[in-house]
């Protein structure tokens, strides 16, 4: 069973040049897994309608590209705040491990690498929901 101990931070690569800064991200070599979806979130103006949901089997990576981003974990028996507000840290959620964002500032962009297509049957959106199934 996935515990907050599962719950992982990134540092990804970076390559400084006199041009920009370059941040790989390659699919088995930074992530552990193979990306089959990326999506990103911003404008955030109602902090209830994001995250507080976990996964059957999609495991993700959350990226803060923007701003600053609470990510707050839970395991079904503990609970933890992560704060993520550079772009070369990563924090990898597995599967069965329910995760809250609070998007501290109004230019926050998160961009999510997943596992898995989107299919809404993989969702758990109610926290008893999510406590019983984690017993």
């Known amino acids: 069973m996935k515990t907050i101990d599962d719950v992982k931070i990134f540092n990804f690569r ?11 991200i390659e699919s088995g070599y ?8 990326v999506f990103y979130v911003f404008n955030v103006n109602n902090q209830n309608d994001r995250g507080k949901h976990s996964h059957y089997k999609t495991k ?7 701003g ?22 990563g924090i990898f959620i597995p599967e069965m491990i329910w995760d809250e964002q609070i998007y ?3 230019d926050s962009l ?8 989107y ?8 926290y008893d929901t999510f406590k019983k199934l984690k017993q």
Do not use: A, W
């Open 110 to 117: 998160l961009m999510v690498l997943c596992d898995t297509h």
């Open 30 to 37: 930074d992530i552990p897994f193979k990306i089959e979806r």
């Open 60 to 66: 993700q990576i959350l990226i803060c590209l923007n």
């Open 68 to 89: 600053e981003i609470d990510v707050i974990v839970d395991d079904g028996n503990k609970r933890k705040t992560i704060t993520i507000n550079d772009k070369f840290t």
């Open 14 to 24: 970076s390559f400084k040049e006199s041009d920009g800064v370059l941040v790989p």
């Open 104 to 106: 501290k500032t109004e």
């Open 119 to 126: 299919d809404i049957e993989d969702y758990i959106e109610d």
